[in-house]
């Protein structure tokens, strides 16, 4: 086993990493750019190394001074985290080149798998159902004919693509030509790459995805799926583990499971991975893409599992065998995340950096924090929103969700703004309590929902804690005046001389 | 004391009869309450009114605070009636658009310079917060003022960034 593993991320992901690696007994070596150095990733690794300034293409993108650190500091393998460089295999190629053990897949597999029409190509090979579309990029007159075929709504992805960037739903034929040049052009300037292909839009379709692990001895096992469908803006937003829909129809599990396996098998796929799929209304599932790296969403899988998944990337990238069979596993509970992210949910989500002057976590019975905040740390500006993942489990779903709204109400984050207020509305709503979800439940709700009234007493209190605070002195211990009165002195003063 | 408030855009009148922590209150000439209100930390009230607990949060920001209870979120403008010389702003404010910073972050392009004319939609400047850019829009036309800040300046929410007039 690795005696030391130096971990290429930052932010909560870096620290779950830690935790598990501290678990093991293996030392940990952080890396941070200017803005991290006071990061909890660094304060809880045994060793420390600074990449470089705040962006990311001087710092976390920096292969050659990362694999720098690695030497200096003596690491044996490179944990990539998700997000940076965890699926760029020519960072996966440069790890083995230098005698480091890349904790994911070989390059080969992430190459194979990297490429949304490569990916899907080897999936119709493999037999797993895909969306219908184009085997690459398109040009106007084959989309043209596509939607002829196919039919409208269609849906236009980057061939580079991901997060959403370069994505364009087209609805009518007179929409199409202007939709393909915006993004071509979004998808040029996001990737570098203009190509675009298309797809049969599926309305309102869950996001369901199978986490794969195999081992370099050719074991392969599912654990099962999560269910992603709430989303904003093509991001997950809450992750859950069963699907409330595979809960019904548990045939679905193995069904997609063995889908998803054969679609990995074909990449010669080891290490852990998700291969995402569409659900249909009519419970038809359709292959997405390939994930090879360890999720973000990932926790709640090893709360159902009892599993961590970080040990058994650890493991078997350490040569080791799967310690079970796809027999042994099983699925106990339900289990919830939440992201929470530094952003204003009341000012159209737009990102909120800052200074955290006050911290409340969530504490007690089935909660499970995965986060990279302290009380007096400065979100930087400089990176994802990602402050924190929250997850619950509980023996049903219901039962998760009234644990999901007790956890988002001792939640409390001063000093910036989160969606956590956000959270504790939509779990009011009786469509995501009941499990009946999709894509475009956020959406909806927006458009439906505004934020419900306050009871009035909300407001009286709010009034009078806004009096009081009015009244006080600024926070920023003011010197104490001579006549050695407070504010509320001074007003009272002033009440006098009316 | 009497304070004016507008909570959410609704006007409000509160008299503070007693501070904390055994606070009395009247709101928009109603009957007097009572509350008990302990504060645990800066900017952080505990409010027991009539056997209910209230666990409150209030941030100052440049144009308002903003209250948080129970989930729900309060802008609350207060102006104390013998302090507040509203003229000067309101006046100026008749005329003059200002372009605030929508969030924490970097100005990563300024549009305009002062004395240009812009139409309206056109773009001033651009903030960067978290890999995600804003442009910021005059609403009408006219000519700018001033713009207060520089490329690669780092701002707060709420900031003043231009004038437009």
């Known amino acids: 086993m690795f005696r030391k593993i130096l971990i290429a991320n930052r932010g909560e992901i870096a620290v779950r990493v830690t935790r598990t690696l501290h678990e093991m007994g293996i030392a940990v070596v952080a890396v941070y750019s200017d803005v991290d150095r006071a990061s909890l990733h660094v304060r809880m690794a045994d060793e420390a190394e600074r990449l470089g300034p705040a962006p990311s293409s001087e710092s976390y993108l920096g292969i050659d001074r990362i694999l720098e650190a690695a030497k200096k500091h003596g690491a044996e393998a490179i944990h990539p985290g998700y997000g940076f460089l965890s699926e760029n295999a020519d960072f996966a190629e440069a790890c083995e080149q230098a005698g480091l053990v890349f904790i994911g897949p070989s390059a080969e597999s992430i190459r194979a798998l990297g490429s949304k029409t490569a990916a899907r190509e080897r999936a119709i090979h493999a037999g797993t159902p895909v969306v219908p579309g184009t085997e690459g990029a398109v040009t106007l007159d084959q989309a043209r004919a596509f939607a002829q075929q196919h039919r409208y709504p269609i849906l236009l992805k980057a061939v580079a693509g991901g997060g959403g960037k370069g994505m364009r739903r087209v609805d009518r034929d007179s929409d199409l030509e202007s939709a393909l040049r915006d993004a071509s052009s979004e998808a040029e300037r996001a990737f570098r790459n203009p190509e675009v292909y298309l797809e049969k839009l599926i309305e309102r379709p869950r996001h369901i995805e199978i986490q794969i692990l195999g081992d370099r001895h050719g074991n392969m096992v599912h654990l099962g799926e999560r269910e992603c469908s709430i989303q904003r803006r093509h991001q997950k937003v809450i992750e859950e583990s069963p699907s409330p829909l595979v809960a019904q129809h548990p045939e679905m599990r193995q069904a997609m499971g063995e889908a998803a396996i054969r679609a990995a098998r074909a990449a010669g796929y080891y290490n852990a991975g998700t291969v995402e799929f569409l659900v249909d209304p009519d419970r038809r599932f359709y292959f997405l893409e390939v994930n090879t790296r360890l999720q973000v969403e990932h926790p709640v899988t090893e709360l159902v599992t009892g599993l961590d998944l970080v040990k058994l990337q650890v493991e078997i990238s350490a040569g080791a065998e799967l310690p079970f069979r796809q027999q042994d596993i099983t699925w106990r509970g339900s289990a919830i995340e939440c992201r929470v992210y530094a952003e204003d949910p009341y000012n159209h989500f737009l990102p909120f950096p800052g200074k955290i002057t006050r911290l409340e976590r969530p504490l007690g019975p089935g909660i499970r924090l995965d986060a990279c905040v302290y009380e007096g740390w400065t979100v930087p500006m400089e990176y994802d929103p990602l402050l924190a993942k929250l997850g619950v489990w509980a023996g049903t779903r219901e039962d998760a969700v009234a644990r999901m709204i007790r956890a988002l109400n001792e939640y409390e984050v001063g000093g910036i703004r989160t969606n956590i207020g956000f959270f504790r509305q939509i779990f009011q709503d009786p469509a995501l309590r009941e499990g009946r979800l999709h894509t475009g439940f956020i959406d909806e709700f927006l458009a439906r929902d505004r934020p419900p009234a306050p009871p009035p007493e909300l407001l009286t209190v709010a009034a009078l804690a806004a009096a009081l605070e009015s009244i006080a002195p600024e926070p920023a211990a003011q010197p104490a005046s001579k006549n050695g009165g407070n504010a509320w002195v001074l007003a009272g003063r002033r009440e006098l001389l009316r | ?165």
């Open chain 2, 1 to 165: 004391m009497k304070l004016n408030l507008i909570v959410d855009g609704t006007p409000q009148e509160i008299e503070i009869l007693a501070p904390a922590p055994h606070s009395r209150f009247r709101l928009d000439g109603g009957v007097e309450r009572a509350a008990d209100v302990a504060v645990p930390g800066p900017g952080l009230y505990s409010i027991l009114l009539d056997g209910r607990s209230y666990d409150v949060q209030v941030e100052r920001t440049p144009r308002h605070l903003v209250v948080v209870l129970d989930g729900y979120r309060f802008e609350i403008d207060v102006h104390d009636p013998r302090r507040w010389s509203g003229r000067s702003e309101n006046q100026r404010g008749a005329d003059v658009e200002t372009i605030l910073a929508p969030m924490p972050g970097k100005v990563v392009r300024v549009l305009v310079a002062a004395g240009d004319a812009v139409e309206p939609g056109q773009g001033i400047l651009v903030v960067e917060a978290m890999k995600m850019q804003n442009e910021m829009k005059a609403a009408r036309a006219g000519r700018v003022i001033a713009v207060t800040v520089k490329e690669g300046a780092t701002v707060s929410a709420g900031e003043v960034l231009a004038t437009i007039a």
